[in-house]
């Protein structure tokens, strides 16, 4: 696992979980930009998950690959299901669940360098 | 401040707990399956536990989110229950819980929400169950 790339996945999502949070604080819904800003860190899981396939696939590391993969899957999940619900949901909740989403994608990349043994 | 009806329990601050309930639902669900079919031998009492939490976080999300109000206090009572035994018992009966599960010392492993979730899933429950003039 490419511990910068991580380090952009926890950077980035942080940073839009603070966004969040602020439209939470003005009572306000997602706007378009956040969901773009959503793309931005999806982007960089898939370039991550491409990475890390390949890095499996070439070096062999001592990775349990089912685990590795269901988080991995998981996490490429997560920003979605807030974009959706910030469609079906114009109130500040959907600032909310985005907070919790980011929050999650953060706290999921930690256990992805836990899992491939970085941390 | 007219309004008589119960409110349903996916309005307003019961959005979030829908959420975190979904994202609970999300990792117990699929660390179960993992557990269960991959290394099941290994420490057969915690991995069905994993995978029956999984379960209830699924049943109390969608009850949650649907308004379900009987379903949604029996599958968060269960889950306030489960939290606690698992908890103690990952403590103390060690050699029976190996390997880490979602109620593991009462959720250590999730920054501990597993454990205070439904005793906010209960507050939220009773709360929305009286009318909203009196709250």
Redesign the interface.
Known sequence: MIVALALLVVALSVALAGWALWFVVRDRAVILRQLWGGAVVEAVLVVQAVVAGWLAATSSPDVDG??LW?YVL?QL??LP?AAA?AFA?RTR?SS??LV??AL?VAFLEYRLLQIWGTV | MTDIAPRSTASGPGRLLVAVYGILALAATARGIYQVAFKLDEAPVAYLLSLVSGIIYVVATIALAKDWRTVAWWAVSIELVGVLTVGVLSLTVVDDFPDETVWSAFGQGYGYIPVVLPFLGLLWLWRTGRPATTA
Request: glycine share 6%.
């Open positions: 089912v685990l269901g998981t999940l997560i299901i619900w949901e909740w909310v669940v919790l989403a999650t």
